[in-house]
């Protein structure tokens, strides 16, 4: 019997960063820098016949990851602020954000998006910053309105409000850093 898998045509071999070749097939994509998040999606996109999906469950991935630990920092400082030093839950917002956005954007640009080369690096944060601002407006906005005029808990606001700004930055980031446009649009 022959091996169903030297039988599958596979795809020229693709030059790596150390001058190796490596042959990709088909129906295991290989992204060029893969590390430990893209080789589990990966692995489950095979399982789940999800191949085709693998690039973007990646970059998702991966921005759930940086998200988490971004959430970590703004709920953290936010928390710390608010309850222990007595700090306007607004105020203590703009400061915890602010950190957290620092490291979102550091994290952001090295392993989850691919910027586009059409924009310089100052252009790119220049973007990273008005959307954060943004996204900061927003998260006021329903801090406000969910605090103040519906006289919720404060971290029960400030939870719901990081999961709707969370799927603002995922989109806008994708269209802004990666210059990535809807098909329509194109």
Known sequence: ????????????????????????????PTPSHSDWVDRLVLWGC????LE????????????????????????????????????????????SFTASTTYSYFASMSWVF???????RRRLFVEFVILNLIALGLTEILLFVMIDQFTWDSMLAKII??????????????LFIEGKRPRSAR
């Open 161 to 174: 409000s990081t999961f709707i700004t969370m799927i603002f930055n995922f989109i806008t980031r994708k």
């Open 52 to 95: 085709a999906h693998a690039a973007i469950l990646q970059q998702l991935a991966k921005f759930v990851i940086v998200g988490v630990i971004n959430t970590a920092i703004d709920w953290v400082l936010y928390f710390i602020l608010d309850e222990f030093f007595h700090i306007n839950p607004l105020i203590a917002n703009i400061f």
């Open 1 to 28: 019997m022959s091996n169903p898998k030297i039988a599958q045509p596979s795809r020229p071999a693709k030059p790596t960063p150390s001058g190796s070749s490596r042959t990709q097939s088909p129906h295991r």
């Open 114 to 120: 691919h910027p586009t080369r059409e924009k310089t």
């Open 46 to 49: 095979r399982l789940l016949h």
